[in-house]
């Protein structure tokens, strides 16, 4: 049974396996797991690391589901906040929904991650 990691624990061995650029989170995991060896920690925590700290830049790239319910963020679980534009003739209409906490954007169609990619700012 292996221990858990601190989120400093983590974020030392992230910030030392993001040297080039990673092109996907499990990935990403495998490097930061060899790194952390005696310790472990979880894919869906290593992505909240990941976001929350400052020296790493994420990319998404997404694929569109057919559903139209939008509740939570699939990135982070935060909720989302309904985005508004403007018409041609002045409307505010709503375009899709963001979330504050990570700023992942979507349509009114959901849109939920494929793939990330992890570099260094």
């Keep these: 049974m292996r221990k858990i990691a601190s989120d400093n624990q983590v974020k030392d061995a992230l910030m030392k396996s993001v040297q080039n650029s990673v092109k996907s989170l499990t990935e990403l995991h495998k490097i930061v797991s060899k790194k952390l060896h005696p310790y472990s920690v979880s894919l869906s ?8 700290t400052r020296g790493i830049e994420i990319k998404i790239k997404k694929r569109v589901l057919r559903r139209k319910n939008v509740k939570s963020c699939p990135v982070c679980g ?3 906040e309904k985005k508004y534009g403007i018409d041609v003739f002045g409307k505010k209409s709503h ?3 963001i979330c504050k906490k990570c700023n992942f954007s979507t ?3 959901l849109e939920v991650p494929s793939k990330y990619l992890f570099s260094k700012k």
């Design 45 to 52: 925590r290593l992505k909240l690391i990941a976001l929350k």
């Design 78 to 80: 935060d909720e989302f």
């Design 95 to 97: 375009v899709g929904y």
């Design 107 to 109: 349509g009114l169609m």
